[in-house]
């Protein structure tokens, strides 16, 4: 029986990067769109995320819903699927797991007939779909997942990229949960190193991960390097 309190602290580590990257990536791509008032999407989407943060959810779901919302109205795909996997993350901190999951799978069935160019939302889906899986405890599920996200992130985005790095954050901690060690420190210094090379050593996210990697080192007995 795994230690549950292992089991938590891993899973809401690991949570956090995933919504919060996802927030940085949605202002880059909102950037450049210029049919779409980005300030106006922006608003509502942030406040979602600042009481997600805060752990307010359902006012949280509430603005990620609105945001979603205007960006249908205005044919913003990638904003309307990023506010509902923002959504989805809602649905999982509040253990909600089917209703996320069918956020995730209507996406994938929506989108699965559109050839590549919304690949990389399908694959955001199948990244969400690993962390239910995750949550569950179906750890080789979830890395199933992870691997095929990581393929594709690896293909589209290159190795020194923020969607990258998360998948590597998220594989190294569902390793770290089987007693794979190695495989789990491997993937999270990949994460690491593509964290301070994009956002600089002293960003928190590198922080994370230099934690992240104590706790791996110090369950494989290595204390010394830890």
Known sequence: MKNPSRITNSFWRFISIFFELSLLLSMNINAQNHELDTVKYLEDYT???NFYRSGHYDSSSYYLKKSGLYAE????VQGFYKSNFGVASVLIAKAQYDSALAIYNGAIAELS??????SDIIATANFGKGLISYRLLHYNEAIMYYREVKAFRESKFGKKHIETGKVYANLGMTFDLINLFDSSIYYQKKSMQVFADL????????????HNLAIAYNLKGDQETA
């Open 47 to 49: 406040k979602g995320f």
């Open 73 to 76: 109205e205005n044919g913003y």
């Open 113 to 118: 007939s559109s050839g590549n160019e919304y």
């Open 199 to 210: 956002l600089g050593d002293q960003h928190e996210y590198v922080g994370r991960m230099k």
